[in-house]
């Protein structure tokens, strides 16, 4: 295993829980493969608590990349891999104040429900849509700029989504690896995991097109200008691995937005090569870059596994539950200068542009 920074108690608490993840890993792929296979978990700085029951159930965490080696394609089920990545628009739209953004947020999301086949989930979460302003000329000219995070909602929970729902396309296909005191690891191989990794690959440009066409929509007349990025950070990097809650960066063009809380500025950084964050891939060198704060808990963990349940912090959970808003829950809080400082100490880089958030739209409401 690999840590990308000091560790907070939130994060002490849950790198047993990762250990252990990463042994089950190797010992899946080696059972898939017919021969010793070895697995890495690498944990960015915003390591932290998903929302999702199922998945921490399964042994996996927000803000860390999974890999493993395997003879055969093989994918671990429980990271419930879907597409979500942040996008950016430059934009001439104005939105005189809260509530006619909050109006055009309302219009893009009627449209969408009603005369598409897409599934609105800016308000699920942490996503969002935020319209921010860049007030200093640097490497991004000042002005106005659209953010959305969202995921391909189409492509979860529906026969023909990612996450291992029960009846979907690849359920009849699950493997277990039972280790002792209750922990496994869930799997697919061969076919199913082949088939699966070439959803996830459609599924890249299906992602970047439908952030466009829902910022469209948001804007309406006032029309949309340059993309300015598009970067996901929860995916696969390539066929042995899952990256949940960070940026795999190119050397070309390595850029990417730090995500913080509500109100609170966010960061365009460049990521810079020759750090501990590098890793290698099927398809070259890639940077890791943690995606935002990430969540911590006020409250001891003490994390149980059920047959059916997960009891997490005192309290009993179904697994197809969210944790999004539970109190032993919070986005770790934000200072500019420790924030910066800890994120590019780890992830080497330098930020090229800071954003003030001036009306957004997310899970709590507008602001």
Known sequence: MRSLGPLDSTQLQLLPELKRTEELLGWASSEASGRSCDAEIVTMPDLGVPHNVRRIHGGFLTGALYRWESSVPFVPVDTTVNLCGVSMFRTNAEFADRQSFANAVERAKAIVERDSSFSWNFDTGNHFVILAEVREDGALPRGRYLVLHASAAEFKKQYNGLYPAPGNWYSDNIRTFQAKGGRYLR???????????????????????????????????????????????????????????????????????????????????????????????????????????????????????????????????????????????????????????????????RVIAKLEQVFSHHRTGDM
């Open 187 to 349: 799997y697919i191989s061969g076919k199913s995991a082949e088939n699966f990794g070439r959803i996830v690959n459609m599924l890249e440009s299906y992602q970047r097109q439908r952030q466009r066409m829902c910022a469209e929509l948001v804007v309406g007349g006032a029309g949309l200008g340059e993309e300015i990025l598009s970067v996901l950070h929860y995916g696969m990097p390539d066929s042995n691995s899952v990256a949940i809650g960070c940026q795999w960066l190119p050397a070309i063009q390595p850029i990417y937005l730090l995500l913080t809380r509500p109100s609170e500025p966010i960061y365009l950084i460049e990521a810079s090569s020759g750090g501990d964050n590098e890793v290698a891939t099927q398809h070259g060198a890639r940077m890791l870059t943690p995606h935002g704060l990430g969540v911590e808990a006020t409250a001891p963990l003490s994390i149980q596994r059920g047959r059916a349940h997960l009891e997490i912090a005192g309290r009993r959970y179904p697994l197809s539950a969210s944790l999004a808003g539970q109190p032993f829950l919070s986005i770790r809080q934000f200072n500019e200068d420790l924030t910066l400082r800890n994120v590019l100490r780890d992830c080497p880089g």
